[in-house]
């Protein structure tokens, strides 16, 4: 598995997304866990969760759990896994997402987010989403009080503006190592926070990188080129996706969410997939 950079930690350059196992739509454990199992047989050692990752008000933290159950009943050795988790939404159990970014609320998240993953400190510690009754600068205090306080090795920011990526890193300094934004065939509207992540030298995750959950499987169909350069290669549509993401720069690092082995292990193998300049202007046009 090729290799990329999160700060000083080197993780496969694919992540997986944990997110279709948690909530609508997600399958049973016992498919979940081979899913996560498949994704380490691959050599996948990074694992985007989220405290927010649950269907119903009581079970807050379902995938953080499960991720922590699957690693613990793994055979091989997990020590090298980085799972990165966020807090600052909530989901009140009707299908809604709410924020809450206020440093006590931020502190408490980080708290029960270290006991389900029992670990002393969470590698990855991402700002989920910007909350507009609390100040942008307030919120990232709490996150850089968090590491330093040795809770959290490394934070993180998702869902930001350019500005509010040049507030965190003034706040954070060094402490901030990468940008989560949604980014895809489908959007492309987070290009310059993608360039400016770059600029810095911040690893940048693309989220919902196929599309999103519900129309991941019609990429090809929905982007002609990708199904052009899909077949001429001989490899699906989504890998196609991954591919031209991780050709975007060293810094990229896709996290496609599955709930099938099936898919994670194919996204998997997109870091083997090499495009040309051609295949990539086609796919950029699209
Ligand atoms: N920071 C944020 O605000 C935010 C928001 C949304 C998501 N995220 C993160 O980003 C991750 C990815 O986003 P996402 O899960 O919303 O959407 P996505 O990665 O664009 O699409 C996920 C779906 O793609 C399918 N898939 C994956 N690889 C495939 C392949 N090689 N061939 C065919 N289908 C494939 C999976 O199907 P199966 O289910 O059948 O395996 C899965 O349900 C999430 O899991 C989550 O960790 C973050």
């Given at each position: 598995?090729?290799?990329?950079?999160?700060?000083?930690?080197?993780v496969s350059?694919?992540g997986l997304g944990g997110m279709?196992m948690s909530?609508?739509?997600r399958p049973d454990e016992e498919r979940s866990v081979r899913t996560i199992h498949a994704a380490l047989d691959a050599g996948i050692t990074l694992i985007d969760t989220a405290d927010?990752y649950h269907?119903?008000?009581?079970e807050v933290g379902h995938n953080e759990s499960l991720i922590a159950r699957a690693l613990a009943s793994y055979g091989g050795d997990t020590s090298g896994v980085l799972v990165a988790t966020?807090?600052?939404?909530?989901?009140?159990?009707?299908?809604?997402?709410?924020?809450?970014?206020?440093?006590?609320?931020?502190?408490?998240?980080?708290e029960a987010s270290l006991k389900r993953l029992g670990v002393e400190a969470i590698g990855l510690y991402?700002?989920?989403?910007?909350?507009?009754?609390?100040?942008?600068?307030?919120?990232?205090?709490?996150?850089?009080?968090?590491?330093?306080?040795?809770?959290?090795r490394?934070?993180?920011?998702?869902?930001?503006?350019?500005?509010?990526?040049?507030?965190?890193?003034?706040?954070?300094?060094?402490?901030?190592?990468?940008?989560?934004?949604?980014?895809?065939?489908?959007?492309?509207?987070?290009?310059?926070?993608?360039?400016?992540?770059?600029?810095?030298?911040?690893?940048?995750?693309?989220?919902?990188?196929?599309?999103?959950?519900?129309?991941?499987?019609?990429?090809?169909?929905?982007?002609?080129?990708?199904?052009?350069?899909?077949?001429?290669?001989?490899?699906?549509?989504?890998?196609?996706?991954?591919?031209?993401?991780?050709?975007?720069?060293?810094?990229?690092?896709?996290?496609?969410?599955s709930s099938?082995p099936?898919?994670i292990?194919?996204?998997?193998?997109?870091?083997?997939?090499?495009?040309?300049?051609?295949?990539?202007?086609?796919?950029?046009?699209?």
């Amino acid at each position: 598995m090729k290799q990329r950079h999160i700060g000083d930690t080197e993780v496969s350059a694919i992540g997986l997304g944990g997110m279709p196992m948690s909530i609508e739509g997600r399958p049973d454990e016992e498919r979940s866990v081979r899913t996560i199992h498949a994704a380490l047989d691959a050599g996948i050692t990074l694992i985007d969760t989220a405290d927010a990752y649950h269907l119903h008000a009581d079970e807050v933290g379902h995938n953080e759990s499960l991720i922590a159950r699957a690693l613990a009943s793994y055979g091989g050795d997990t020590s090298g896994v980085l799972v990165a988790t966020k807090g600052g939404h909530l989901r009140p159990g009707d299908g809604s997402w709410t924020v809450d970014s206020s440093p006590a609320y931020l502190r408490a998240a980080c708290e029960a987010s270290l006991k389900r993953l029992g670990v002393e400190a969470i590698g990855l510690y991402q700002h989920h989403r910007p909350d507009p009754s609390v100040p942008y600068a307030e919120s990232i205090g709490a996150v850089r009080d968090l590491v330093d306080a040795g809770k959290v090795r490394m934070a993180g920011i998702s869902n930001a503006t350019p500005e509010q990526i040049r507030q965190a890193r003034e706040i954070l300094g060094d402490r901030l190592v990468s940008v989560q934004n949604q980014y895809s065939p489908a959007f492309r509207s987070s290009e310059p926070e993608l360039a400016l992540s770059v600029e810095l030298g911040l690893t940048f995750l693309p989220w919902s990188p196929l599309g999103g959950i519900a129309q991941a499987g019609e990429l090809g169909s929905r982007f002609a080129p990708f199904a052009e350069v899909a077949a001429a290669r001989g490899v699906s549509p989504q890998q196609v996706c991954l591919a031209w993401l991780l050709a975007r720069s060293p810094l990229v690092i896709p996290i496609p969410g599955s709930s099938r082995p099936e898919t994670i292990r194919d996204s998997a193998a997109a870091v083997d997939l090499t495009l040309d300049e051609g295949e990539l202007a086609a796919l950029d046009r699209a």
